[in-house]
């Protein structure tokens, strides 16, 4: 996806304000399950959509759309 | 209806969990419908778009701003219902609508996230979003978006954006019969269990019914046919996870109030029935 949804696809729950943090604890190497565990998000429908998101709005960004 | 006792099991931020005991099974699940579906919040309902060159279209930002819960505690109390806002035009009326803004702009060489606490309220500083830190956009160099945001009372059954509760569920307590005359602990049963609610302590099989989901593996497996797994008859966990709208105790009470006042408007439309076919 273009850009990390606001909320789980399946149950609703605000997962958006968590995306970021997430990102930076994997990239400093910790493992998925230890920081989703930390950050409370319990049921599999809302670990797959950390897990499976590719960010994908840093391809588009430096294109302006003519207005 | 007998004796009923409540009782809080946890709580905190953003769950509620409670245990009912003598309240029906209907009720509860009227309770937890209610919390999801009747419920009213806040939320972001019409975009206005002033500028956006960021590379997400108008349509896809309106619905993000739409997904963000707003602070609604004490909105439920100042604004219109639903109903009485249908026609209602968003710039006009401060009983019905909350407005919000977003302003935004890069430099040059400028790459930007805007976030859900870059939404400024405007008419009313007590709506606000519930999260700061939700991304809306990234912006590129030399874009901008500027926009009003106009929120306004709504319940989940008319879209989910507005449903206080992300998560709503009655549940039934385990009940764990041993038969301690056929129980020969084997300590299959105990393998077998997927959440430990299952020990052989001592020279007994000891159950935690609060960790049993009544999966029945036990049962199963269970060679002499000792064990048995039901539910209680007249105990129910009802558990709310808020979205951030509204605390999850607000949202039983709120739940609770519906649900009662549905039942009134039954019981008048049911005796103006009575009332008109004894007439007749």
Redesign the interface.
Known sequence: M???P???FT????I??K??YFVNEVKKGRSMKEVLDELGIKRYCCRRMFISHVDL??E??????K? | MGKFAVEVIEKDEKTVKLKFKGVPLQILNALRRAALEYVPTMAVDLVVFRDNTSVLHDEIIAHRLGLIPLKSDEALNKYKSPEECVDVKPEESLDCYAHLTLEASTGPDEVKDIYSGDLKPVTDPKVRPAYDRIPIVRLGPRQSIALDAYARLGRGVEHIKWSPATISTVTYLAQINVDVSKCNLCGKCVEVCPREALAIEGNVLKTYEDRCIICRQCVRVCPTEAIDVTHKEDEYILTIESSGALRPERIVFEALKIVASKLDMLLSRLELIVKAEVRG
């Open positions: 273009v850009i990390f606001v909320r789980c149950c609703g729950s605000v958006g304000d995306w970021e709005i840093d588009l960004v430096r294109y302006s759309r207005v």
